[in-house]
């Protein structure tokens, strides 16, 4: 074919508080890998739910091979022959994968008949799933490769990806790119979203720049360099993390040989898990998703209390294995979970509502941010007070949102994801804890979300980020320490090692301690 696959001429789609897409034109050509650029709540996500007929525009046409199409649905969309991968996941919990993805597909089959086609497609991709496995027991990163293989069972002509890696570990990006050059080759076109700008250049052949949901220019990834494509992509120059050594303090978290049974029974048992976390550093946890971290997270949360023989939890120096996560906030503890919609946020709860959830303070403790304290008097929610405090968290984090009563929902990943991160520094913890901080974040807010992380430390406060992105470890992180199969390897300081060495460290070749890690020393196996 030489015309266009997909051509998107003079698009529109207006919201009451935000215009999401004005006066788009978009080509995409067969076996073409496109990438959308621009920062959260540019409209990339908006375009392609139109494309996938999720989302209807208020003008503008779409051309699908060379004729004018009406997309009223994703049912529509798939009949032409679109798939997509949303940034949100469309799963069902309580099933299994191969019930989920038995209800996405058009040609109707059953989970056990679609069984064999589930393992053998996921083997083939790189993306390994169970299918008899339930959804609501997966890891972020496990959930992606459901939505990833889901899609590539139904033999799209035309694949959109909304941030298809960012919860991937590089081992499974590698794997992937090779199948998308794979389905480009065989003629497949390609919509990619990322904000991984090196992902980018490796994969892609075009992009077109979203800026306030205008197309503000295209380029040739592979002939940019990351610094020019963001800065096209942001409109200035690309922020950078200011990092400075500094000598650690007293021991505010402590971890003394968890042996911790996963409620799952698919999950990763802990074991023999020991860490030791210090005021005025970052300790970065890196490793493959499903090997504990959500069980580790649970422990330390305190979602999942532990009895005196599953090993001991020690915050600001008072035992708290049998506290609850409450409990826990009250002594100094944040904590930003790795699923934002759900569990970081309530989707239909405004923003107030939402900094309210874990932004009042107990009495005795004053955060950072004066409106913090007065959210509650003698047991009365203070609405000006929560308000006050969701316009501070907006405004320090540049959340791009229609104002304090706009429903979490309604957000870009992105921005939500900087409203959780922020609502939880504001409260000044002791000790912070976050899983996959910069998930589904621009370059530039994920700048943002990293100085203030490193900005918290400065202030003393003990930081344990857990992430799948090596490259934000080694900007973050003063140690670093890899979770495989439910052990937890010696922390060590981040310039004695290398990303290579933690990817070998991934895959459990490292010897480990039962004694709580306050050296920094490391003995590889």
Known sequence: MTEPRLQMLGISKIYPSVVANADVNLSVMPGEIHAVLGENGAGKSTLMKIIYGVVKPDAGQIMWEGRQVHIHSPHDARKLGIGMVFQHFALFE???????????????????????????????????????????????????RVEIVRCLLQSPKLLIMDEPTSVLTPDAVLKLFESLRRLAAEGVSILYISHKLDEIQSLCDKATVLRGGRVSGTA??????????????????????????????EVLLSLDGLCVKSDDPFGTRLKEVSLSLRSGEIVGIAGISGNGQQELLKAISGERTL???????????????????????????????????????????????????????????????????????????????????AERVIERFKVKCGGTASAAASLSGGNLQKFIVGREILLAPRVMVFAQPTWGVDIGAAMLIRQAIIDMRDQGVAVLVLSEELDELFMLGDRLAVLADGRLSRAVPAQATSINQIGVWMSGDFDYSTQPQGAPEYVQA
């Open 94 to 144: 309580t099933l299994t994968v191969a019930e989920n993805i038995a209800l996405a597909l058009d040609d109707k089959q059953s989970p056990a008949a679609l069984a064999p086609r589930i393992r053998a497609v996921s083997e083939q991709y790189g993306l390994p799933l169970d299918p008899e496995r339930l959804v609501h027991s997966m890891s972020v990163g496990e959930r992606q």
């Open 307 to 389: 009895s005196v023989r599953e090993g001991t939890i020690r915050l600001c120096g008072q035992d708290v294995g049998a506290l609850d996560a409450a409990q826990r906030r009250q002594l100094g503890l944040g904590f930003v979970p790795e699923e934002r919609l759900g569990r970081g946020a309530v989707p239909d709860l405004s923003l107030a509502d939402n900094a309210l959830l874990t932004g009042y303070v107990p009495a005795g403790r004053q955060g950072r941010d004066a409106t913090a304290g007065a959210m509650l008097r003698k047991g009365l929610i203070q609405r000006g007070a929560v308000r006050a405090f």
């Open 220 to 249: 040739l990834p592979k002939q940019e360099s990351a610094k020019s494509l963001a800065e096209l992509m942001i409109g200035r120059e690309l922020p950078v993390c200011v990092h400075q050594p500094r000598e650690p303090g």
